[in-house]
């Protein structure tokens, strides 16, 4: 749905802004900067921070504030009907999305077996291209019967919600890294213990 949505972030600011009391119809310089160059911007910008991150981060502890980022961004834009509010959306839009490119592009690193990275990946890749090439013509036979605000609200509703589906893999992957580190401090604790009493470690 995400996808779906940003495919109408261009006819969006010039619709709404138009319907603003008081606002011109945005010029396409206007359009571009609030669509392509702010988001953009963010998202360069963003992209170390989030890599950092994923280094270091459980893959699902990662995705959730990405997932809020995204539904936070998706309604601040498409709620918005001031150059300011645009903006805003723009900004946190590009964010999330930022994390979304290291996180969608390197999920399966984290996910699949080692010997199955590359079979995974293909499959990946190949559905994440017939989304791309779909979305845009579900967006726009949706929008003839569906407000852009109405669809930015129910994505926003999508992403939020998402963020449900992972707390219990966030709860499991948090007990079983809890049950690896007290595996590793007990085995420390051995080797410290038969060092310390004159005995060669058990391997």
């Not at 809020?68 to 709620?79: C, D, N, P, Y």
């Not at 918005?80 to 979304?100: E, F, N, Q, R, W």
Request: charged letters at 15%.
């Amino acid at each position: 749905m995400t996808v779906i949505v940003y495919s109408l972030l261009v006819m969006y600011p010039a619709q709404q802004m138009a319907l603003a009391q008081g606002l011109p119809p945005p010029r396409a310089a206007e359009i571009a900067w609030l669509t392509l160059v702010i988001p953009n911007a963010a998202r360069w910008s963003m992209s170390p921070v989030w890599g950092r991150l994923f280094d270091r981060m459980d893959f699902f502890r990662l995705r959730a504030p990405l997932n809020a980022g995204f539904a936070i961004g998706i309604a601040t834009f498409f709620m918005s009907d001031t150059p300011t509010g645009l903006m805003l959306g723009a900004v946190v839009y590009g964010i999330s999305t930022a994390g979304g490119d290291v996180a969608w592009g390197l999920w399966v690193t984290k996910i699949a077996p080692p010997d199955h990275v590359t079979d995974y990946m293909a499959v990946h890749t190949f559905a994440t291209g017939i989304r791309g090439v779909l979305a845009p013509l579900c967006a726009f036979h949706a929008v003839q019967s569906l407000a852009p605000a109405t669809m930015g609200w129910i994505a926003a509703a999508m992403s939020g919600g998402a963020c449900g589906f992972l707390v219990p893999e966030i709860r499991a992957s948090g007990a079983r890294r809890a049950r690896e580190r007290a595996a590793a401090g007990g085995a420390a604790a051995r080797v410290a213990a038969e060092a310390g009493n004159g005995k060669p470690p058990l391997r």
